[in-house]
């Protein structure tokens, strides 16, 4: 792509990231950087601590702050970064406040200057021009600005094909982040409250195809851990910088033992799903070939090394099955049979999901057994079993009973909700449609009760891939991640729903891009870099 960039008055226009060579400065408004507020003003910065900034100078008489330069640049690697390279003449607090008129108003998080610092801005709209303030503030709360305009770039060719259609409503969550993985792109994309691409990732050559990226979670310091199926785990910063990365133990074209879901977890570990072999033995007899059994397995980040810390076979029968457990793993594109690959081998628990509770237990979706666990916190017992054989909880209304679920949480109150895929679902309870689902569970009768679910108007049947999340509001966001009337993949369109708690619609998102086949998950986020919206 080529373009090149033209400065006019205060109109900074910036061309496609591969073809800015150097930095262009924006001259200021006249009299920016002369404002400033009065010594007496005491209102805390963001992300500010008044009683810190105290020691920012020596001296009672330290100088008024003031933005000597502000460079503005484009990344090189997406069209929706923007860098400012910031000088001031003094230790400062300095944020960036910005605003166009379809995207409405964001201030960035606030970054301590001491001379010349690059505050990186994100959540913008593609080919959009933008007005902003640098602010920079002093010990004693004077001010100063520095005012300008800037425009964005287009999405990369790989995502010109690619619809969110917003198609009623607005969700409410800020942010929506998804993996994105068509013919064309490979990588994650973050939406924001209409169905608009205000970031974007797109993974290494080597990586992309259908499952570049599989699943993902954001960390609190705002970097994004992904999982690759075919190439492991990697973390990246949000301006889009490789930080960390795990290969996995198998390559092309043999299939990776690391899948469907990865957690982070406090002093730098990630959790996430992998698997292992084992002989069917005298339980199921010769007919059955290996065994394929959920684990669940830590990246220790600091040291680089992989443990595992559970293996479903040590605490379950292999009779404890389904009909789905005698599927060979072999015909099954994301799980692993073996490095290299065994023809015979059954996918026997095909488990998807992770999640820790509030009392450090550990909730796995365990897809082909209908069942979801709930593992102790040492990861040496089984707490309760949720569904299937040997349920812990009985079902006092059958049509309350999950099929092939995914994205198991458990929620403030001690519900469990997940995604019903409803796989294989008798007819004598609906047959087949998908739903977000809640249950409560009660420990002193020992039974599980539907007290919520969504069900679309018409029903969808998503019978894989799928995710569902509470937000703070209480409003669902569910992912249909997969139409199951559509045989092939030229033509699927995907549905992402916000439901509120009476089980109403209050937005509804159509996606769909040429090739792709699933929307694995979606997950709500609150800002991608500390960036936050703001009203005057």
């Known amino acids: ?117 690059t505050i990186p801005i994100v959540r913008l709209r593609a080919d959009t021009a933008y007005t902003y303030r640098v602010v920079a503030v002093d010990s004693r709360s004077r001010r100063a600005f520095r005012r300008g305009t800037f425009r964005t770039g287009s999405l990369p060719a790989g995502l010109q094909n690619t619809s969110f259609r917003l198609m009623t409503g607005q969700f409410t969550a800020p942010l929506l982040l998804v993996e994105h993985n068509d013919n064309e792109f490979s990588g994650i994309v973050a939406l924001d409250s209409k169905a608009n691409i205000v970031w974007y990732y797109e993974v290494p050559k080597p990586e992309r195809g259908p499952f570049g990226v599989l699943t993902l979670a954001q960390k609190p310091n705002n970097n994004i851990v992904y999982l690759s199926l075919f190439f492991g785990i990697h973390e990246i910063s949000p301006e889009g910088t490789l930080v960390a990365s795990i290969n996995s133990p198998c390559m092309p074209p043999d299939l990776a033992p690391w899948h469907h879901d990865v957690l982070t977890r406090p002093h730098e570990k990630v959790w996430f799903l992998g698997n292992e072999l084992h002989e069917a033995g005298v339980v199921l007899g010769p007919q059955h070939g290996p065994q394929v059994t959920d684990t669940i397995e830590e990246w220790d980040q600091v040291t680089g090394r992989v443990q595992r810390l559970f293996d479903l076979y040590d605490i379950q029968s292999f009779a404890n099955r389904s009909a ?89 109150n001690g519900d469990i909700l997940l995604f019903d895929n409803g796989n294989l679902r008798p007819q004598s309870e609906g047959g087949s449609y998908s739903r977000a689902l809640q249950l409560r569970l009660d420990f002193g009768n020992m039974t599980a009760v539907k007290v919520w679910e969504y069900r679309h108007v018409p029903d969808l049947y998503a019978d894989c891939c799928s995710s569902v999340d509470r937000l703070p509001n209480g409003n669902t966001i569910i992912d249909f991640g997969f139409n199951s009337i559509v045989t092939g993949a030229c033509c699927r369109v995907l549905t992402i729903v916000e439901a509120n708690s009476a089980g109403q619609t209050v937005a509804e998102m159509k996606i769909s891009g040429p090739g792709k086949q699933i929307q694995y998950r979606v997950h709500p986020i609150n800002s991608l870099l500390g960036e936050a919206r703001i009203r005057f």
């Open 1 to 117: 792509m080529s373009g090149c960039g033209a400065a006019f008055s205060a109109l900074l226009v910036l061309t496609p990231p591969a073809t800015i060579s150097e930095k262009l400065q924006i001259k200021p408004r006249a009299g920016a950087e002369t404002l400033m507020l009065s010594q007496n003003r005491t209102s805390p910065l963001p992300n500010h601590s008044p009683a810190r900034s105290r020691s920012l100078y020596v001296g009672s008489n330290p100088p008024r702050p003031k933005i000597l330069s502000a460079e503005i640049e484009l990344s090189r690697t997406n069209a929706l970064i923007v860098n400012f390279t910031i000088t001031v003449n003094q230790p400062s607090y300095v944020y960036i406040e910005y605003h166009s008129p379809t995207d409405g108003r964001f201030r960035s998080s606030t970054r301590m200057i001491q001379h010349t610092d």
């Open 324 to 412: 789905s457990s005698d599927a060979l793993a072999f015909e099954s594109p994301t799980v692993w049979s073996g490095c290299p690959r065994l023809p015979n081998a059954e996918d026997y628990s095909h488990s998807n999901s992770l999640f820790v509770g509030a009392n450090g237990n550990v909730l796995m979706s365990n897809r082909h057994l209908n069942q979801v666990i709930s593992i102790a916190p040492n990861f040496q017992s089984l707490e309760w079993r949720l569904g299937g054989l040997e349920s812990s909880f009985h079902f006092s209304k059958s049509e309350d009973r999950f099929y092939h679920q995914h994205s198991v949480k458990e929620l403030s």
